[in-house]
């Protein structure tokens, strides 16, 4: 079940005006899962589905698991198998999920930010939004 935290919608709302970006979803880790606090231009299904990412599951959950951003150039044509379904029916193209990490290293949360314009991010790109994407209150 979605519940979200006003201080992450508010954020996120920030953070994807500031990459001139579409749309976005903050979820954070409890126990081992992810579970969506903030969601912007995300369709309603989508918001249902993705309400609850399993360990290890679609981009959120491999940039989870990796402690690395994990991108795609176009959610749409993507046949990595890393991009599920319901991440097709946001009208975007190019997507990153940023692993926000704790002071020790351990996984927080997981920022999903997405452009209607194909292409790819560079790792200097990645890593300036890696920080920002740190910041999550």
């Known amino acids: 079940m979605y519940e ?4 992450h919608q508010q954020w ?3 953070f994807i005006a ?4 579409f749309a976005g979803t903050v979820h954070v880790q409890r126990g081992d899962d992810l579970y969506l606090t903030a969601a912007h231009n995300i369709p309603p299904n989508v918001v ?3 309400a609850h990412v399993p360990h290890g599951k679609g ?3 491999v940039a989870q698991v990796k402690k690395a951003p994990v991108q795609t150039c176009n959610l749409q044509t993507d046949a990595s198998g ?3 379904p319901g991440a097709k029916a946001v009208d975007a193209q190019a997507a990153v999920a940023l692993p926000v ?3 020790d290293g351990n996984v927080r949360a997981v920022v999903g930010v997405a452009w209607r314009r194909e292409g790819e991010i ?4 990645e890593q300036a939004m890696m920080k920002a994407a740190a910041q999550l209150p």
């Open 59 to 61: 981009m959120a959950g």
């Open 122 to 125: 560079d790792a200097d790109q």
């Open 18 to 21: 500031g990459l001139d970006a």
């Open 101 to 103: 990490l704790d002071a």
């Open 48 to 50: 249902q589905i993705v």
């Open 12 to 14: 996120l709302e920030r």
């Open 4 to 7: 979200q935290n006003e201080a």
């Open 82 to 84: 890393t991009i599920k």
